[in-house]
């Protein structure tokens, strides 16, 4: 069965440091996301993409985060300048299509920390 | 802005125990409600939809309009339903989903 995959599964980077986590989606999935979880807290929202460009962004998505698919298949998030708050499980899903229950596919996650 | 609450954090059962995850929202439209499991090591996966009505390994879910709450339930807990359990529900014509803050269900053999 095919599955979302997320490199790297830990990612250890300085404060001010850029970093970018790369997700490889399902390939007939068409909605590409981002989620976050700090540790000890609630699954977030960060940004949703398709058709090349952002759909949806929540709050914490500022400045500092870019999300691209360069290539077709891989699925970027990029944080410009990290801070040590930026520290937190970072979740890529996909999916076919919205609506109808139609279900989010999530990866193993990338353990980011910022030291 | 919808909102997802789960009371508990942590609940611990017995083996062949009912259980019972609660699960309320705050919003205001039609949602689309939905539970994610994650067990040890594993990536977030969705157990069931409440659109689809059917039931995982087990499991049953009915959203409550009325109370607002899509709790979920199991007659008899087997061991290997040991994991963090989400809530989640999206908005009609929104894509993102929101989460609840997860509850960590222990069986006890």
């Known amino acids: 069965e095919p599955e979302v995959t997320q490199t790297p599964s830990h990612q250890v980077t300085q404060m001010g440091q850029e970093v970018i986590l790369r997700c490889v989606p399902i390939s007939n999935h068409l909605y590409f996301y981002w989620y976050r979880q700090i540790l000890g807290q609630k699954v977030e929202f960060l940004v949703s993409f398709y058709n090349n460009e952002i759909s949806e962004k929540s709050e914490i998505f500022d400045d500092q985060f870019s999300v691209e698919r360069p290539d077709g298949s891989n699925f970027t998030l990029k944080i410009r300048s990290t801070k040590l708050e930026d520290s937190a499980m970072y979740f890529c899903a996909s999916r076919r299509r919205t609506g109808g229950g139609d279900e989010q596919f999530f990866g193993p996650g990338t353990r980011l920390t910022v030291l | 802005a919808q909102r997802v609450t789960q009371p508990e954090k942590l609940l611990s059962v017995f083996k062949g125990a009912p259980v019972e995850l609660k699960c309320n929202y705050s919003?205001?439209?039609?949602?689309?409600l939905f539970w994610y499991v994650q067990y040890s090591r594993q990536r977030l996966q969705l157990l069931l939809r409440h659109i689809s009505r059917e039931s995982i390994k087990g499991f049953t879910a009915d959203l409550n309009k009325g109370e607002t709450s899509f709790h979920l339930k199991k007659p008899f807990a087997q061991e290997e339903d040991s994991a963090m359990y989400y809530c989640a529900l999206e908005e009609l014509g929104n894509e993102k989903l929101t989460f609840g803050t997860g509850t960590r269900l222990t069986i006890i053999p």
């Open positions: 919003y205001s439209g039609s949602p689309e």
